[in-house]
């Protein structure tokens, strides 16, 4: 590949990844559903459960709204990353999304700068969320910031992606947010953002160790409270980084090649 083609490639990454942080500043809308909801629900269901709670942890009992503000970073990831990909239906309906596959740039380039763009935002929102956690009695050390900005970055490009690849055959909004009440929500759900895996049925035992999520969240759970022992049932942090990681790099390859197969 000449200099001139990677110049190309790298200026449509950009263009579109910037043009997906644009929108998102422009539609207040999509601020207050992609972090506002994940807040309240963090606030009601926290504060609700209350001291009925108990995580097993060796130490001490670990209130549910600390146990929770890991699961709700990862909802406004979530949230954010998936709703960003709805643009896609939206550039298909008005023809823009055409005329990016005919423009002389690399597919995969359109990809990621569509997936980079959503990510971005979720980041930057997850790293908002991170201004309450002493209230919450979250310890967040500065020293585990790297290995929290780490799996941040590969869950937001792996969600990303995910919405991506299920909002590239759409044909509607509507579409998307049915097949988003139907998967996404219990991607989240049996993550263990909302009970622990050592509580769960045997059978929920397992479907929650096949969603790759679950050791994205807890790589996050880790970084943030080290010393909260949850659960025994979870692999080392760095066997639980590499699944995440792994399951990005699959994601991120298959809304690839959806992309070149794409026929205009």
Not at 2 to 16: I, R
Not at 53 to 76: D, K, Q, W
Not at 133 to 146: H, I, T
Request: proline share 5%.
């Amino acid at each position: 590949m000449s200099t001139q083609v990677l110049q190309h490639n790298l200026m449509a990454t950009y263009t579109l990844w910037w043009r997906e942080i644009v929108r998102f500043l422009r539609q207040r809308t999509r601020i207050i559903g992609a972090f506002g909801s994940p807040v309240m629900f963090w606030l009601l269901i926290g504060s609700g459960v209350g001291h009925s709670f108990n995580s097993g942890a060796t130490t001490e009992s670990v209130s549910y709204i600390r146990y929770f503000y890991p699961g709700t970073m990862l909802m406004i990831v979530l949230f954010t990353a998936i709703f960003a990909t709805i643009s896609i239906i939206e550039d298909r309906q008005v023809g823009f999304l055409q005329g990016v596959l005919v423009a002389p740039v690399s597919r995969a380039s359109i990809a990621w700068g569509k997936i980079l763009g959503g990510a971005t935002l979720a980041i930057v929102q997850a790293l908002v969320f991170l201004i309450p956690a002493r209230l919450a009695g979250v310890p967040m050390p500065l020293e585990q910031l790297p290995l929290l900005l780490a799996v941040l970055v590969l869950l937001s490009i792996g969600l990303t992606a995910l919405g991506y690849i299920i909002a590239w055959r759409m044909e509607s909004v509507q579409g998307f947010h049915a097949i988003m009440n139907l998967f996404l929500l219990p991607l989240w759900l049996l993550s263990g953002a909302l009970f622990t895996l050592d509580g769960a049925f045997s059978w929920l035992r397992w479907i929650m160790q096949l969603n790759p999520v679950t050791y994205g969240l807890q790589v996050m759970r880790y970084a943030l409270d080290p010393d909260q022992t949850l659960t025994t049932s979870y692999p080392s942090i760095p066997v639980c980084l590499l699944i995440t990681a792994a399951g990005t790099l699959l994601l991120v390859a298959l809304a690839v090649w959806m992309t070149r197969q794409e026929k205009v």
